[in-house]
């Protein structure tokens, strides 16, 4: 195997590629919701679930196009086509599929986690390349909360197809308190997960620096983030939570290292939906709305972080 | 509304019906598996999603066929028919129409959390009738790491549906031990899950004394699962880890109140594979083979239980 072979062979590896061609760790989550769709995609009939799920794959594959040239990656989230029924599900598959053919990561954001082999069913549907894996995502995130046992076949999956996983650890809504800031032994409950996923992403690490077991570490909780990065320095950071849940380029700093690599920050809303914020209402089209924030999104991360480093 | 209608809207009071008139708190679960299939749906290409789609649909059609006098829900594993994408997901939609068509509540063992809105996504997806909900079942398996404001959202749909959802507590597999028994101003992480689900439970009662908000604890944890039912007296437990995971009828009796009921109590493996165990190697078929295993089962739960009251 080559060396530039293994490069693209090992997850972090190849995001980091990416986050360097691209010049920018933005990543932009494709969360479809019937009711701000915009109007050339109208679905009259929200019943018709076939006319939804067409509206959806649109949706997404036109803001790929939008998109591919500018981002490292996007992040569809599951739940919104899991929400529309099989045929969601086959317009995610859709758009999966496309986003990989454009040149783009795709995360899986589905907060995955069984036990045994029933974890090895979701990892071998989502992780790896087709046909290797049925669906053909780059990573998956995954929710820690039944046991590191219930991680490892999620790892193992990772390591042998060249894949990567993002596992739960703060969380950025008000409620990631409840079990995840409990205290034991002096430490919250997400800092003994955060251990464990630097451990076993530093058992895995590619040439860039950084393992194949992620971290999912909120935007909103800006001191916690700073704290991870440091007790994680081989451990990718997903940081949700940017934009329209609250955070800023200064609080999303912290989740990078200092050659703006290390994270990947996702931003939904405010850019797949941007033809209904005010400040692109003169966009000449929906897409050039979404164009217009991906590049507003871009800049801002690069005026307040070391993201600026990608240049 | 009528008091019998109000009845059947109230899922603990559904499945409680149920289970008085099978006679038994036994859930047969549904984890097809290409390798176990029996041979008459023995899958030539396991390439071929179509053909291992079609196979997993009749495999679990003729599964309710036999089981549907016998027992009072089935429980399939999103994770498997996942695992062969969108293809798995029609036929996922298939068995859940066909299992209730058949008058079985169906739990979608699925395990899903995530915040807000997304959050929101997943429980329209699954809880309630279709086309209230594009999948239609009665019960919805919960991850709680994320914290209580991402349960809200399901408990909300919940109450609404008439549907129910089971939190995970306290797992049946080893790993459980490492958030959920990490102890928390000298209780564990699992007993402050019980207590915020146990009082959801409790602000929405049917008339047979349980809420809509149940708890999945497993059988391989014989103590806490009687620590837990003294301590959640409105919860509905879904009790997995009995037969193929080593739990026995004595270990998941403390799961079961006084008449019975407040629990179900899962068989996967040692159900839907019985042709491929020696006791059932004389049965005239595969299906013969499940319906001796199930009302084994079914005998042994009476025997070591009080699900010996039901009858």
């Not at 591919?68 to 995610?92: N, T, Y």
């Amino acid at each position: 195997m080559s060396q530039s072979e293994q490069f693209t062979h090992h997850f972090a590896d190849r995001l980091n590629q990416a986050i360097i061609q691209k010049q920018t760790p933005l990543v932009v989550g494709l969360d479809p919701r019937i009711n701000q769709l915009p109007s050339p995609l109208t679905v009259d009939n929200p019943g018709d679930l076939t006319q939804v799920a067409i509206a959806y794959s649109t949706f997404c594959c036109e803001i790929i196009d939008v998109v591919a040239d500018l981002v490292p990656a996007v992040k569809p989230q599951a739940a919104f086509f899991e929400q529309i029924g099989p045929l969601g599900m086959a317009a995610l598959a859709e758009v999966v599929d496309y986003a990989t053919a454009q040149g783009l990561q795709v995360i899986m954001d589905a907060k995955r986690g069984d036990i045994g082999s029933t974890a090895t069913a979701y990892a071998s549907a989502f992780l790896g390349r087709k046909p290797q894996s049925s669906w053909g995502c780059d990573a998956l995130t995954v929710n820690p909360y039944m046991g590191e046992d219930t991680l490892q076949p999620f790892v193992n999956a990772a390591n042998t197809t060249g894949s990567g996983i993002f596992v739960l650890v703060k969380t950025s809504n008000p409620g990631s308190h409840t079990i995840q800031e409990k205290r034991v032994d002096d430490q919250p409950i997400y800092s003994l997960v955060a251990k464990h996923v630097e451990q076993l992403s530093a058992n895995h690490v590619g040439e860039t620096g950084y393992g194949n077991t992620g971290a999912v570490v909120g935007a909103t909780y800006p001191e916690q983030l700073s704290e991870l990065r440091t007790a994680m320095p081989h451990t990718l950071f997903l940081i949700p939570g940017f934009g329209a849940q609250g955070g800023t380029a200064k609080d999303v700093a912290g989740g990078l290292d200092e050659n703006g690599l290390g994270g990947i920050i996702n931003s939904s809303r405010a850019i797949i939906f941007a033809h209904e914020l005010p400040q692109y209402s003169a966009a000449t089209s929906w897409q050039a709305a979404v164009e217009q924030a991906t590049r507003d999104t871009i800049d801002k991360l690069a005026d307040g972080t070391t993201a600026s480093k990608l240049r």
